[in-house]
């Protein structure tokens, strides 16, 4: 009996310690991050005094640099528990346009303070600086409060990592959010040395895949330490070697603890194992509601109705006259046609990949496919038909009645909103992800050659394409959440090598907002080199023309007066081999037919 009550001690204790576990990893978890956020507060605050006390440039940079470094560590929470007041802690240096209320937001943050700071400060704007400074610091204190306030469990902590390697692959290393400073790598190494505790907290069945998380993290801190040059660093090795690593031991790590995953309708699949696996996407993510999710059925229903002529009014034209398959569903034309024959004004883009993003059409006027298929069916140019019209001729017709019962079995009669339905799910059906570009980071197939691995990291590095055309999707739908799709504003010639602007207004049509003036959807390059000619107006025949628009500094650079360009108008210095490889690397996004 006597050695009876030290073991039942030595149970009751065992219990205390791992029952308890799952309840004090998310306080400590908490603590720990509070206790950093402070930190960024008064990094912040060390900011302000040596602009204040008019310390040298240098001494400034430093203390900038230190602020945000501190900042990368909390970056995981802040951008997921907090993302309203994230966006003007460290969102672009551009305005925030709430269209629908006709109204914007100023930007505040990280990248307004940089704009100030480099490439050289200069000290007439000491007092502008100092209170984008305050607001930095007023936005952090509104961070803190709400992290106090909420329950931080393991789930969410494990979703919320995930979530930031694919950050730092998508906007970290682009150098989205250091655009003039260009401190995207030496942040990175921030970045992912962070996780690694959070790993630790949450490793309560003890797998040893934490190990093997964290070496992989320390060598990806130290191949950034090695490789610091923004434009010399090597994207394409560190994704593959590291980042997809990372995220793969991530996903095992989920399963060996068994972190349930968090329920919402997410653009990313939670059971994903990187971002480049073939079933990362959701293309339910971007449905108008649940009745419209895709099926299979579905679409064979609306791949029929894509090359039926009968949904339009003279029965002469159907999707696929100006979507054809055979260049990668566009038409080929400088501008699309209508029905008489007569030139419209803006290019056929790509229905590929069409359903990963939140606006459709140039100019972003309606927000989905559903809505998309019966705005080109019933346009008077292009189709001139009537969906309500053409039911009973489907109804009545037998090549259709199996495949309507199989896409709709709970419906008696085929309504309109199933029309555009079927249409918008066989879209949502050419997402291949099965191009060079994505078996090389699949690791499934033929790797990248030399000069398409330096178009890569060109891309996503000194030509700063990635920060806007974003991985691996290639369009404005801004990563790792894809709730907004992005437009632009790049100044467009009207006529190859003009110096004025194409007078199409594109989304200032809808919202007369002056930052919209010109401004149009950031589209997919995936299939690019099947697309041609390119821009809104068709104005570029060939890529290497685009590249060369681009690195001369879109429309600002190449002489061209546009007020409100979203481009960064400086050139940049991409020399002839440099465009060769980047033109080769966008090749690789065309998908396999196979």
Not at 359 to 373: G, H, I, N, P, V
Request: hydrophobic share 35%.
């Amino acid at each position: 009996m006597k050695l009876l009550f030290p073991k039942i001690a030595l149970l009751l204790l065992t219990f205390l310690i791992f029952g308890c576990q799952k309840e004090y990893t998310p306080i400590t978890i908490q603590a720990e991050l509070l206790s950093n956020v402070e930190e960024v507060s008064n990094q912040a605050n060390q900011l302000s005094n040596v602009v204040s006390s008019n310390k040298s440039e240098t001494e400034i940079h430093n203390a900038f640099s230190k602020t945000r470094i501190a900042y990368k560590k909390i970056e995981w929470a802040v951008e997921y528990f907090t993302p309203d007041p994230a966006r003007f802690i460290n969102g672009p240096a551009l305005d925030e346009l709430e269209v629908e209320e006709n109204k914007f937001l100023s930007p505040n943050g990280f990248q307004v303070i940089e704009e100030y700071l480099f490439p050289k400060y200069e000290i007439q704007n000491k007092t502008e600086l100092l209170r984008e400074i305050a607001v930095l610091k007023g936005n952090l204190a509104q961070v803190r409060e709400h992290l106090k306030a909420i329950t931080i469990s393991p789930d969410y902590v494990l979703d919320a990592t995930k979530m930031e390697v694919y950050r730092i692959l998508t906007l970290g290393i682009t150098g989205f959010d250091s655009p003039i400073a260009l401190q995207s790598i030496p942040e990175t190494q921030a970045s992912l040395s962070s996780l690694k505790s959070l790993v630790a907290k949450l490793n309560s069945k003890k797998s040893k895949t934490e190990n093997e998380i964290t070496s992989l993290i320390d060598k990806a801190v130290a191949f950034c330490k090695s490789n610091s040059d923004f434009n010399a660093f090597d994207r394409a090795t560190f994704i593959k070697s590291y980042l997809n690593p990372i995220s793969e031991k991530l996903a095992q790590f989920q399963k060996d603890n068994a972190i349930p995953n968090v329920i919402k309708n997410n653009a990313i699949n939670p059971d994903a194992t990187s971002l480049f696996a073939k079933n990362t996407f959701n293309v339910n993510a971007f449905i108008p509601s649940d009745e419209y999710k895709f099926t299979a059925e579905k679409a064979k229903l609306g791949e029929m109705l894509f090359y039926d002529n009968a949904l339009s009014k003279d029965q002469n034209r159907s999707c696929a006259s100006c979507h054809n398959p055979e260049k990668a569903f566009t038409d080929g034309l400088k501008t699309n046609q209508s029905l008489t024959g007569t030139s419209l004004p803006r290019n056929t883009p790509t229905v590929t990949y069409a359903s990963l993003q939140n606006a459709q059409f140039w100019d972003m006027r309606q927000t989905d496919l559903e809505k998309q298929s019966k705005d080109v069916i019933q346009n008077k140019e292009e189709m001139h038909g009537d969906l309500k019209n053409s039911l009973p001729k489907l109804i009545q017709n037998p090549k259709y009645k199996t495949l309507i019962n199989k896409a709709f079995p709970q419906k008696t009669e085929l309504q309109e909103w199933q029309l555009q339905n079927a249409i918008a799910s066989y879209i949502r059906s050419l997402n291949k992800f099965n191009s060079k570009f994505d078996t090389h980071f699949q690791g499934t197939s033929t790797t990248l050659s030399s000069e398409e691995q330096l178009g890569f990291n060109l891309f996503a590095g000194k030509a700063k394409c990635a920060t806007c055309h974003f991985i691996p999707l290639f369009n404005g739908t801004v990563p790792p959440i894809y709730k907004k799709t992005e437009q632009e504003v790049v100044g467009t010639p009207q006529v190859k090598n003009g110096k004025i602007i194409s007078p199409d207004l594109g989304r200032f049509t809808q919202y007369k907002m002056a930052q919209l003036k010109n401004a149009f959807k950031t589209p997919t390059l995936r299939n690019v080199a099947q697309t041609a000619p390119y821009m809104h107006n068709g104005v570029f025949t060939t890529l290497e023309e685009v590249v060369d628009f681009y690195n001369k500094g879109g429309g600002i650079g190449t002489g061209i007066n546009v007020e409100n360009q979203t481009l960064p108008s400086d050139a940049l210095n991409l020399t002839a081999v440099e465009q060769k490889a980047l033109v080769a690397f966008m090749k690789t996004l065309s998908d396999s037919k196979n």
